[in-house]
C-alpha cells in the first residue's frame, strides 16, 4: 500500500483564532464539570454515601481542573503563534485588504509622503 503525503499547510490567523476560542469554550465547560462535581460531593457529606464516592468525584474534579489549566495554556500557545505569524508566509500582510486611496500599485509608499 502506498500513501501520499499531501503538503503541509499552515492554519490561516482565523483558523489558529478559532482553534484558541474553541479550546477556551472547552476548558470554560470543564471548570463547569469541576465545579457540579465539588457541588455533588459537598452534598455528599454527612449522607450514607460511602467516603470514597466524595472523594472520587473530588479527584474528578481536579482532573477537570487540571484539563481546563492546559487546554488555556494550548489556546494562549496558538494566539501567540498568530501573532509571531502575522505577515509570514500563508498569512496576509498586516494591513492587507485596508483601503488606501493614495496607494499606486507598484509604487513604494514613502514617496508619497
Request: glycine share 8%; net charge positive; charged share 30%.
Amino acid at each position: 500500500m502506498v500513501t501520499e503525503l499531501l503538503p503541509r499547510t499552515m492554519p490561516s490567523p482565523a483558523e489558529i483564532l478559532d482553534r484558541a476560542v474553541a479550546l477556551r469554550t472547552d476548558a470554560d465547560l470543564l471548570d463547569g464539570y469541576a465545579r457540579r462535581l465539588l457541588t455533588t460531593a459537598r452534598a455528599l457529606t454527612g449522607t450514607a454515601a460511602p467516603e470514597s464516592s466524595r472523594r472520587a468525584l473530588e479527584r474528578q474534579a481536579a482532573a477537570c481542573r487540571v484539563a481546563a489549566r492546559r487546554l488555556r495554556t494550548a489556546a494562549d500557545a496558538l494566539l501567540a503563534h498568530r501573532r509571531t505569524t502575522a505577515g509570514k508566509r500563508g498569512s496576509p500582510p498586516a494591513g492587507a485588504g485596508r483601503y488606501e486611496p493614495w496607494a499606486v500599485p507598484g509604487e513604494d509608499r514613502g514617496a508619497r509622503g
